[in-house]
């Protein structure tokens, strides 16, 4: 059969309010043009983020009732650290409450002033983690990461010639460790090859540094890799992820993404010394070692989802349906970052809408046409999220790319939705020509994404 379907039946629903525009244009104008502050209720697509949003599985519900709550050494935990010991091989599993719980506990043990921590590309929580701990965080994905239009399959890799030359110029004594972000979220959820691992690894342990692998979507790399990569293709996604983790000495991971859950995360350690003392900073601030910061009912569905994750039916649906509305963009003229990665689709807002200027937000003039067209949540990765004001001259800089994210919540939306969402963004875009900028009326010192209010030039 050519067509790939939803590998599950849907048995409990959660209705969806259908807005008129009329109403949609009201709740835009409450939250003063920022899709943050719509209530999702008023939303009829929420495509603001793939974390913590995907539907559960029965029997994920069922171990959500069989989850044993006992303080310490719960048969949850021993579920959990069991599907994790098997998936991962890692000797030291710390469950934590979510991605940047792991990556405080990390950097509070190997970062300080003076150290250099450098990744493909560091995840916003991962970067503002290093920072608090005094370290500096360097990004050393390959050129073509940066390029939109580029169709490298592994956009992700990290430059092994500019590790090379950041640990000859640096001092590898100053680099307590490296990260390897699969997939890579920061650049469009684009993978990380085995080739590009192995090399990495090779290159840190020459110079005694330990590889670290920022894994919330480890399992759509693994399939990125059974798909594209050279010699991959009779593997399972499961082996192929045993061996990402097998070439790396550490681990963190956000499970609100491939755990399939809506709240959680894991800490993964080969170095006893430091997982001693991570065991320690564990119990201080989330909880004991046998259920870091969760109930036995969230390590139940963890260890659940983890499994489920790593079907080969799932993940060939799963990067199916993220393609298809890449390739349907595509083809009617949206300009996106390509090729489509794991999670996300990325519209070049710049490309979408060239009259509007970075200084007047294309990206979130975009997310505002989308959900007065449609009522679907976007969010804009531009220059309301990165761009900056001087605050003397009040000169404007805007943010490398202005992109608009669209990413897909796991077994959540079926085709038809995902046609929907094409049917709404082509709408848009055959009318970009009347779309138009808006100005900042008010916005916060740092983050100003969450909470600024606009209005409409
Ligand atoms: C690559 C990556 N690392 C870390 C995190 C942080 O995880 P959490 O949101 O669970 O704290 C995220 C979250 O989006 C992520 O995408």
Not at 54 to 71: F, I, K, T, V
Not at 305 to 331: C, M, N, P, W
Not at 356 to 371: I, K, N, T
Request: charged share 25%.
């Amino acid at each position: 059969m050519k067509t790939i379907i939803e590998p599950f039946r849907i048995k409990m629903v959660e209705p969806i309010r259908l807005t008129t525009r009329e109403e949609r244009e009201v709740i835009l104008r409450r939250a003063h043009f920022n899709v943050f502050q719509i209530p999702a209720a008023d939303v009829i697509i929420d495509l603001l983020t793939d974390s913590g949003t995907a539907a559960m599985s029965s029997e994920q519900w069922a171990g959500m009732l069989r989850g044993d709550e006992s303080y310490a050494g719960a048969r949850s935990w021993y579920r959990f650290e069991s599907v994790l010991r098997e998936l991962t091989g890692m000797p030291h599993i710390l469950p934590t409450h979510q991605g940047r719980a792991s990556e405080r506990i990390l950097f509070e043990l190997v970062g300080g002033p003076d150290k250099i921590i450098p990744g493909n590309t560091h995840f916003d929580t991962t970067r503002a983690n290093i920072e608090h701990s005094g370290a500096r965080a360097v990004d050393l994905v390959i050129d073509e990461g940066r390029q939109p239009s580029s169709r490298h399959p592994f956009k992700g890799n990290l430059d092994i010639e500019k590790l090379g030359a950041l640990i000859a110029r640096e001092g590898a004594e100053r680099i307590p460790l490296c990260i390897v972000t699969v997939t890579n979220n920061s650049n469009g959820g684009q993978p990380v090859s085995l080739a590009n691992l192995r090399a990495v690894r090779d290159v840190c342990h020459r110079h005694g540094i330990p590889l670290y692998l920022d894994a919330a979507r480890f399992a759509e790399n693994a399939y990125l890799i059974k798909l594209h990569e050279p010699g991959q293709q009779q593997r399972t996604a499961r082996q192929i992820a045993r061996e990402m983790f097998d070439l790396a000495d550490g681990a963190m991971i956000s499970a609100k993404k491939d755990g399939l859950v809506n709240i959680g995360g894991v800490l993964l350690m080969r170095d006893d010394d430091l997982a001693h003392r991570a065991d320690n900073l564990l119990i201080l601030t989330e909880g004991f070692v046998t259920y870091g910061g969760l109930a036995g009912r969230d390590l139940e569905a963890m260890a659940q989802g983890f499994q489920e994750v790593l079907d080969e039916d799932y993940l060939k649906y799963r990067i199916a349906s993220v393609k298809y509305l890449g390739d349907h963009l595509t083809e009617a003229g949206v300009a996106i970052v390509q090729p489509p990665g794991g999670h996300a689709i990325y519209l070049d807002a710049a490309a979408f809408c060239p009259h509007v200027p970075p200084s007047q937000f294309p990206g979130q003039a975009v997310v505002c046409a989308l959900f007065r067209e449609a009522g679907i949540r976007a969010v804009e990765i531009g220059s309301v999220m990165f761009g900056h004001v001087d605050p003397d001259t009040g000169e404007h800089t805007p943010a490398p790319m202005e992109l608009v994210r669209l990413a897909i919540p796991r077994r959540v939306y079926t085709q038809s939705h995902i046609d929907y969402v094409i049917e709404a963004t082509v709408n848009v875009f055959q009318r970009r020509e009347t779309l138009r900028g808006l100005q900042i009326i008010e916005a916060p010192p740092a983050l100003r994404h969450f909470t600024a209010k606009f209005d409409e030039l």
